[in-house]
């Protein structure tokens, strides 16, 4: 029973023949948003089988998973526990399959990204063009603003206990 509920809890494990192509799809929350749920019906339907069945010839196999880590690029797949293909479509996941069966796939995003660049193509925490402004972050110079601050708030505070202690002082002569 124990290797039972390792070998049926882990995805990696199958415990019956999978197709050449094992498709793995995202079932997420990530990825349902993004429509994870048409990618799978746009596989089943176009491979004439369901959810964790293998196609007569052998070829595919589908397989809803759990987290693939690139929620960034939600809807997405792996075959055979390697590839990814991301910002998939029921139109383009059809592409796809079509294309492996030829071995002409494109790995990874399957629309205009670069790897998972975002919308705004290759961006950092420092620089972000926001379309009305450019967002500058040097974090060094934030870094000894903050340094300052806090000096100043320290210096506050020490004239303030000094101000008090002569106060009390003063208190204790009269």
Not at 2 to 30: I, W
Not at 83 to 88: G, K, Q, R, S
Not at 135 to 144: G, V
């Amino acid at each position: 029973m124990d290797v039972f509920e390792v070998a049926s809890f882990y995805s990696m494990f199958n415990r019956e023949k999978v197709g050449k192509f094992h498709l793995q799809v995202c079932g997420t929350t990530p990825c349902q948003l993004c429509g994870s749920r048409e990618i799978i019906a746009a596989c089943e339907k176009h491979l004439g089988i369901k959810n964790s069945e293998t196609t007569a010839d052998g070829l595919f196999t589908i397989q809803e998973v759990e987290c693939l880590g690139a929620c960034v690029n939600a809807p997405m797949l792996q075959v055979n526990g390697e590839w990814v293909y991301e910002d998939l479509t029921p139109t383009n996941v059809v592409e796809l399959l079509e294309k492996l069966k030829k071995g002409e796939e494109k790995r990874g995003p399957q629309n205009h990204r670069k790897n998972s660049e975002g919308p705004l193509g290759r961006t950092t925490l420092k620089n972000i063009e926001t379309g009305e402004r450019k967002i500058e972050r040097d974090f060094e110079k934030a870094k000894k603003e903050w340094l300052e601050q806090k000096e100043k708030e320290r210096i506050e505070a020490e004239k303030k206990k000094a101000a008090a202690a002569a106060a009390a002082a003063a208190a204790q002569k009269k």
